[in-house]
């Protein structure tokens, strides 16, 4: 038996307060931390597995001589530190690109800052994981990963501290298990009367579960100001966790083995109802993502084609890496830190235009005269828009840069309203009557239905009760030719508007844009399909990946011999909430029947009946002390009052109702649209047609495509079952396979496979292109913006009158109990402590809501904020400290590790 303890700290940037106070934090945190690597030269330390917190301690401390001094004990103390691997602690339940420029960034980062990255995948509070992690971290030579949500095993099998993680492309990690948490050890050396204690219970409750006898222990907490070395007070290593997973596999590697998403909240939350909270932080998040790698990056490694100045976008991808990580991009933190990520999403979306004028021009150079299309999907694509009062028409070829004829037909408008509707083209039959829409292929139907649910959940997690009032007030042809119509539908309620525009053309897709204004709050508004289909499987697009769901997933209770180790809230019963990103439908046979989404990232299953994308849900208390579905409390009880979404908001949706084998095709054709550019050429040339063609391929979808030194990089995944393959074309020269860790191979055949389930990677070396620079050049399609109004809400006076009564309430029991503890000795002394920190903190998070709500000074909030964290610590340091004498837990005011009452 070995233990290894592994010192670190868990630093959430921005939750119940902002960076501005947690950038505070770091110059005191770091003289700490660097006075212990001075003291014991055996010493190691974790810094979250990020590098963001170095660059907010740069900006903390100011001065050029401060910043020289920080750096130079950095590289003093860089053997001892694990730097990296990633920029931020961003949610991996949606990151696609964004995952691999998260790992890019922080590599680059860490080896500027210490010269030599941590290796290591650090994930201890993400709330969950996609399939592909694993295929992702191999990328940059990464084998090993620590994670804490998300795990689950078999009901037959009993959790493990270490197995194999495994991408459904046999990619896989050795995953070690934080099964009791990621602060087992935390502040140990406060209370060293029972230090040694509480190590062998420690250990005594891991030794059962760990296949290698190799114990991860972990002394680090949640923005703990004051980092410690165990070692002072106890026999203990201290190591990095490259060190502990060695150590795992000279012992015995795991024979477990875990494949696909890591998705399950029976042993530790995953939070579901994250990822409709805040719905316009999602679409922000989207549009940016989108615009960059889809639009942006694109034009740019054209435009180095003849510039040989490739345009980087290290400052936008930061911004939204920023607001990916999980705290901010889930929605559950304080307003304050979510008006800081509106602004940064909007400062990113002005950059870009600004950049996409000098790029157009810039590409413009290898474009024919007159309309062109980029096409990155490896499909022919087929595009309708609408431009004013004008539908515009386009089919661009697969993966290539070419003129297309671009057909334009005026509408006129009609505003006719009616009761039946209906639609017919190659692919489906839609059928509108009295507001029930239904659209039929092959036999099959399906419903459509806007439905509105009580929930009685917090930022965090949906309680989704029974139906509430929705109205269908009226529907109204806008317009119709012979090749497309556009209807409106009007629905009201006391708690939300929906007003939804559909699109139809002669395409499988129906575009949907949905405008939402939300008034009241506890409410989730969902766009359901329904069908009598018994056969159907539930379909979810996922980064890189493409799924298959249950109806729902039903928790059992964990094995009672792992209870005593399960210290944060879990989910229990039944969930019916899930991920998806892009793409969610229903599959049977050879048919799909499903939803296109820029930016909703959640939907509700509908057991025996269909799936609802949730298009957002309002609630306006950050975390609740009870919500049903989930044991405890999931972090600060703070009042949030612009999370009931009280403003106007548009999302943006598509049907598509075809086959699968057109799936991709399709998905591209709406969540990639080919780049429609108006080439003005200062000289005008009779005959002269430019074109480049680049690839085209089958059962691909493209990812990014960036411009480099000698080529250009483009990246593709494979999402589905079976092999698929791209064929390049001629004009490509060479094409080179980039590997893992950057190597280049290269393509001696101009056809490649890429195999089911497959992230590809490759340089394509073109040949020769020459043009003539235009004189104007205009990005006719698509449109790189989002509509999304004003926040409306304000603090109801009665909901803060209630938290100051309280607040003062909390306040004197704390006190009281403080002075009780005086007079106590020995372990009573101790649970009266806790019982006095536990109402302290309470009353803290009160105070700082109220000061937040009312506007109070900067310094005020922060200052607060600053008692709050202490509190925090506190309360769980002693909390941690009596689990050593109350292993088996006590009353949910003392110890709750038996019920799983603890904060996350």
């Known amino acids: 038996m070995k233990h290894i303890v ?73 053997a001892r530190l694990g730097v990296g691997p990633y920029y931020g602690q961003i949610d991996w339940r949606i990151a696609e690109e964004a995952a691999f420029r998260n790992i890019e960034l922080g590599l680059e980062k860490a080896r500027y800052l210490v010269g030599r990255p941590m290796k290591v995948g650090w994930l201890l509070d993400n709330f969950g994981f996609s399939s592909q992690v694993p295929q992702i971290h191999n990328f940059f030579g990464i084998d090993t990963v620590f994670l804490w949500r998300g795990v689950d095993f078999p009901e037959s099998q009993i959790p493990q501290t270490e197995f194999l993680w495994k991408s459904p492309d046999g990619s896989h990690l050795l995953a070690i298990f934080a099964l009791d948490s990621y602060r087992n050890l935390m502040r ?50 201290t190591k ?36 409709s909270t805040r719905q316009h932080l999602k679409v922000m998040n989207w549009t940016c993502e989108w615009a960059i790698t889809k639009v942006l990056e694109p034009i740019s490694a054209l435009a180095a084609l003849v510039s040989n100045h490739p345009v980087e976008f290290k400052e936008e991808w930061e911004l ?45 150079c290898i474009m024919s005269e007159g309309i062109t299309a980029f096409n990155t999907n490896p499909y022919k694509s087929e595009v309708s828009f609408l431009e004013g009062d004008t539908l515009c028409t386009f089919v661009a070829p697969a993966g290539s840069i070419a003129p297309v004829k671009l057909e334009r037909e005026e509408i006129i408008e009609k505003h006719e309203e009616l009761d039946f509707f209906s639609w017919n083209n190659d692919y489906f039959v839609f059928k509108i009557c009295g507001g029930i829409l239904k659209i039929e ?8 239905t806007p439905t509105i649910f009580r929930d009685n959940g917090d930022t965090y997690s949906a309680a989704l009760k029974e139906e509430l009032p929705l109205k269908h007030v009226r529907t109204e042809l806008r317009w119709q030719t012979d090749k497309a119509a556009s209807l409106y539908l009007e629905y009201a309620s006391d708690y939300v508007d929906l007003h939804v525009d559909l699109l139809f053309t002669r395409r499988p897709i129906v575009e949907i844009k949905a405008h939402i204004s939300g008034r009241k709050s506890g409410y989730a508004l969902v766009f359901g399909m329904k069908t009598d289909m018994r056969d159907m499987e539930i379909v979810a697009g996922m980064p890189f990946d493409r799924v298959k769901r249950p109806e729902e997933t039903v928790y059992s209770e964990p094995p009672e ?15 019916r909430i899930f991920p998806f990103k892009d793409l969610i439908g229903l599959h049977e046979g050879r048919e799909f029947f499903g939803f296109f989404a ?94 480049l063609c680049l690839y085209k391929g089958e059962n691909v979808v493209f990812s990014a495509m960036i411009p480099l030194s000698d080529g250009i990089f483009c990246r593709f995944y494979n999402p589905n079952s079976e092999s698929g393959k791209l064929e390049f074309s001629e004009d490509i020269s060479d094409v080179w396979e980039v590997t893992p860790e950057g190597f280049e191979k290269k393509v001696g055949k101009r056809t490649v496979e890429v195999p089911a389930k497959k992230i590809k990677a490759f340089k394509l070396i073109l040949t020769a292109v020459k043009g003539e620079r235009p004189k104007n050049v205009k990005v006719l399609y698509p ?114 590790s038996r019920n799983g009452q603890f904060r996350a």
């Open 6 to 78: 592994i010192c670190h700290t868990h630093w959430d940037r921005e939750w119940f307060a902002p960076v501005s106070f947690t950038r505070s934090l770091l110059p005191n945190f770091f003289e700490k931390l660097f006075e212990l690597l001075g003291e014991d030269p055996d010493y190691e330390f974790v810094f979250d597995g990020q590098t963001l917190m170095l660059d907010d301690l740069t900006e903390a401390l100011g001065s050029e001589e401060e910043t020289r001094c920080f750096m130079d004990k950095l590289s003093e103390f860089s």
């Open 188 to 237: 140990v050396c406060d209370f060293p009367e029972v230090a040694q204690q509480r190590l062998e219970m420690v250990k005594r409750r891991l030794e059962s579960f760990s296949p290698s006898k190799v114990l991860p222990l972990f002394d680090g907490y949640d923005l703990d100001p004051e980092p410690e070395n165990p070692g002072r007070l106890l026999d203990v290593e």
């Open 240 to 275: 990095l966790p490259e060190a502990f997973a060695s150590l795992v596999r000279q012992f015995k590697p795991p024979r477990v083995v875990l494949e696909g998403e890591l998705n399950s909240g029976r042993l530790v939350c995953v939070f579901p109802g994250t990822l």
């Open 320 to 364: 939204v890496l920023q607001n990916l990580i999980h705290d901010s991009m889930c929605g559950v933190s304080v307003d304050e830190v979510h008006r800081e990520m509106e602004r940064r999403y909007t400062w990113v979306l002005n950059s870009l235009r600004e950049k996409l004028k000098t790029l157009s021009l810039q590409a413009g």
């Open 441 to 448: 292929r092959n036999g099959r139907e399906v419903e459509l």
């Open 561 to 575: 011999q792992v209870r005593p180790l399960l210290v944060a809230a879990r989910e229990v019963g039944a969930n």
């Open 598 to 691: 820029k930016g909703v990232y959640s939907y509700l299953s509908l057991p025996r009946e269909g799936i609802a994308p949730i298009l957002l849900r309002s609630v306006e208390w950050l975390s609740k002390k009870s919500v049903e579905g989930r044991i405890g409390d999931a972090g600060p009880v703070m009042y949030v009052p612009e999370a009931r979404m009280e403003r106007d908001l548009t999302l943006n949706l598509a049907l598509y109702l075809g086959p699968c084998t057109s799936l991709d095709q399709w998905a591209g054709v709406y969540l990639n649209p080919p780049i429609l550019f108006e080439v003005d050429k200062a000289k005008r040339r009779e005959n002269t047609e430019q074109r």
């Open 783 to 896: 449109f790189i913006f989002w509509d999304i109004g004003k926040d409306r809400a304000v603090p109801d006076p009665n909901i803060m009158e209630e938290m100051r009564e309280q607040m003062a309430r909390l306040e004197r029991e704390g006190m009281d109990l403080l002075r009780l503890g005086q007079t106590k000795n020995g372990l009573e002394r101790y649970e009266v402590l806790f019982k006095a920190y536990k109402r302290l903190r309470e009353a803290l998070e009160l105070k700082l809501s109220i000061a937040q709500n009312e506007g109070k000074s900067k310094e005020e909030r922060m200052e607060i904020a600053k008692k709050l964290n202490e509190m925090r610590v506190k309360r769980r340091s002693i909390e941690l400290m009596l689990s050593a004498f109350q292993q088996d837990g006590g009353d949910d005011d003392e110890s709750s």
